[in-house]
């Protein structure tokens, strides 16, 4: 039989395996999980039946814009320079739909899983056999993680299978984002679950876990994003948000050198600026699963406007903003890539919170006096 060392002694994985599997089995028949998971269904139409109006009604427009630019036309609207739209923008629909279920799923998955066998005392029977508390918590982690990967993919596939009766075909490019979409909301659904995973070892019964549980996702996924968009807290921390110059009509060359000295002056200050507020929206968000979930799924949906806002291109003159525009490659994935340096801080984030809240679990659980 094999074994993985943990905690001075070998989990064996044979027992491993059977209690992930009956972890798996017990979540995937529980009402609650066929609920939510009909939910996690509904939300992947709805998105997918949205996003796709709008992707229809933005390649009218590209075209429309497209072909006047063939004709020499210059005053083209702020959607053509974005590039061609993508039908990948419904999986941001998705996302935004999907970063507060993540949160009601992964806790429904975990708040009772070990308080509930306390209370009916079938944890102390469980132990009363020969096996290890770490084989019990890690075997109940992975049937769980299981569980939401089941969900995970099979949306996927509902969601790729309405692409094409859409009429969509994804290119390979496409194709990826959709499979790291997936990965992303899996991490996002799992945190919370991890998260419950602890409250449910700490907490005596299943209603203080879910009290717990609701109000760490509140901190975390409420508060904390809202803080940094306090207009008093900004004010204290940079100043007065920049003021655009006065235009009193000018008429002489010296006042239309003046104007435009004054307008470059502004545009770099109100750059620096919203620098500023966006750093502190990025710090508060890395604190926030739900806010770095939706920074990653934004990314992987829209590279080309994630890519504009990092760069800080989103808030200069509308022409400098074109000229970023022109620069980026067509290939979604690639833009992508290309963000990982600055999306780092993200991806760390999406992993070490659930990590940190499982191995907090796991130790608790350990050393738990379980009576």
Known sequence: MGQVHAGGHSMRTGILRIITGKELRDQIRSKKFRTLFAILLIIAVAGLIDGATSYQEGLERYNEMQAAASEGEEDLSYSYYEGKPSFLGAFNIIGYLLSTVAAVLGIAMGFDLITAEKESKSLKILLSHPVYRDEVITGKALGGAAAIALAMGIMLIVSLALMLVFGIVPNFEETVRILLFGIISFLGVFTFFAIALFMSTVARNSGNALIGSLAIFIVLGIFLPSLAGNGALTNALFGERPEPPQTSGPSTFADVEEHNRLWDEYQEK??????KVQGLHDTTDLLSPTRNYMEMVGA????RDTAAMVSGAFY?????TKEFYATLPDNGLEIFVGLLGSLAKNIVAMLVVPAAFFGLAWVRFA?????
């Open 300 to 303: 992987v949906a829209d590279p």
């Open 316 to 320: 200069l003159d509308w022409e400098d």
């Open 270 to 275: 109100n750059r620096i600026y919203q620098m």
């Open 367 to 371: 050393r738990e006096d379980i009576r």
